[in-house]
C-alpha cells in the first residue's frame, strides 16, 4: 500500500473552495475511473486499488490517496498530476 498526501493552501471562499475541489475529482474519475462522493467537506472518492479523500478546511485542501499494490508503481505520476491540477484549481492566476 502507497500513500500520497498533498496539502494546498488557498484563499478561496468555501464554494469557491468546493467548486475547485469538484473540479479536481471530475479530473481523477475521467483519468482513473474513480466513484466521487461528498460527505459535508470531505469528498469521498475509490475504485478498485485506489482510495482516497479531499478534504476541505478553511483555507487549505488536504488530499490524501492510498494506492493498491498494482497502482503503487505509478504513485509518482499520480502524485504529480493530481498536485499540479490542485494549484492551479486553488490558486488561480
Do not use: N
Amino acid at each position: 500500500m502507497s500513500e500520497i498526501s498533498i496539502v494546498q493552501e488557498h484563499s478561496l471562499s468555501p464554494e469557491q473552495a468546493r467548486s475547485a475541489a469538484q473540479q479536481v475529482a471530475q479530473r481523477m474519475a475521467a483519468e482513473y475511473g474513480l466513484a466521487c462522493q461528498w460527505d459535508g467537506d470531505v469528498l469521498r472518492f475509490e475504485r478498485s486499488g485506489v482510495e482516497g479523500a479531499l478534504t476541505l478546511e478553511g483555507q487549505r485542501a488536504a488530499m490524501r490517496i492510498r494506492l493498491g499494490f498494482f497502482m503503487a508503481a505509478f504513485a509518482s505520476a499520480i502524485e504529480a498530476k493530481v498536485a499540479e491540477k490542485m494549484r492551479k484549481v486553488f490558486v488561480p492566476a
